[in-house]
Nanobody, 127 residues
Framework: QVQLVESGGGSVQAGGSLRLSCAAS????????MAWFRQVPGKEREGVAG????????YYADSVKGRFTISRDRSRNTLHLQMDSLKPEDTAMYYC????????????????????WGQGTQVTVSS
């Protein structure tokens, strides 16, 4: 059974840091691409960071470049998102996603390419 389980969310003041983790079942880890998305109520889910599982490349939304870092620990089947210099506008529910059908990293921002999703972890940044 394919499973993604996020952890590490919480509340932090602006300028602080959080590290999200996504534990993937063995079946999910065979996916070629994994990513972090976020969503606030009333808005569409947006891509934050993505990465090829084989280490070919990492990709970031403009809004988080230089502040967030995506990484994967293949030995533990875990995807991480290190979030530094957090801003109130980073407040959202953060989701881990995996894809084995995405044709190219150029499409990584579109949610339709991800068959597998976690349940989400809340991040709240106060000013």
């Amino acid at each position: 059974q394919v499973q993604l389980v996020e952890s590490g969310g919480g509340s932090v003041q602006a300028g602080g840091s959080l590290r999200l983790s996504c534990a993937a079942s063995r079946g999910t880890w065979s996916s070629s691409f994994m990513a972090w998305f976020r969503q606030v109520p009333g808005k569409e889910r947006e891509g934050v960071a993505g990465a090829y599982i084989d280490g070919r490349g990492t990709y970031y939304a403009d809004s988080v470049k230089g502040r967030f870092t995506i990484s994967r620990d293949r030995s533990r089947n875990t995807l991480h998102l290190q979030m530094d210099s957090l801003k109130p506008e980073d407040t959202a529910m953060y989701y881990c996603a995996a894809s084995d059908i995405i044709p190219d990293a150029a499409y990584w921002l579109w949610v339709g390419w991800y068959p597998y999703w976690g349940q989400g972890t809340q991040v709240t940044v106060s000013s």
